[in-house]
């Protein structure tokens, strides 16, 4: 396995990250989750240790309202990452739209280590106060981790706060 194509698995988690934030509304709570996206990874500059690649994803969030208040929400995410020397930096921003028409937005940083962190930043209507934080990883990841499509799961664990 080439050394950044483990790095382009854990980028490709940081784009649903928050696809299934599975918490709680006016508690802080730890929650985790599981979904599934499809996207497209684009090189955008290749040379000696350094791999620049973009990525898009969508998808919907998974599970139902209990339990993740963003369960049925369509989701896109774009980003830009460097999995140069075998570890990933860089980050992601989602947009979600509710079933209800809201709107909420996240950022997401690779760090380097194996969970990427993720923040709520913004939000409209009912998700206009609403806090957020936690980590993901990448549980699956299909054969195709190179430039083109693929489908990738992750798993995460956070906290959300509807105010």
């Known amino acids: 396995m080439k050394p950044h194509t483990q790095s382009i698995r854990r980028i490709s988690a940081l784009f649903s990250l928050m696809a299934v934030i599975a918490l709680t509304f006016n508690a802080r709570a730890q929650s985790t989750w599981m979904n599934c996206h499809e996207g497209t990874i684009e ?3 290749q ?9 898009k994803i969508q998808g919907y969030s998974q599970g139902d309202l209990k339990t993740n208040p963003l369960a049925n929400s369509k989701y896109i995410c774009e980003g830009i990452f460097n999995t ?8 992601i921003y989602c947009q979600f739209t509710t079933p209800g028409g809201d709107l909420v937005f996240s950022e997401i940083t690779a760090d380097g280590e194996p969970k990427s962190k993720f923040k709520l930043i ?4 009912k998700w206009a106060k609403a806090t957020g934080e936690g980590r993901v990883a990448l549980t699956f ?21 509807l105010k």
């Open 47 to 55: 040379q000696g240790d350094v791999h620049i690649y973009a990525m």
């Open 84 to 91: 140069g020397r075998g570890s990933n930096t860089g980050s």
């Open 122 to 125: 913004g939000g409209t209507g």
């Open 43 to 45: 090189t955008r500059y």
């Open 141 to 161: 990841t299909n054969k195709k981790v190179e430039d083109g499509p693929f489908k990738a799961c992750v798993r995460g664990e956070g906290t959300l706060r």
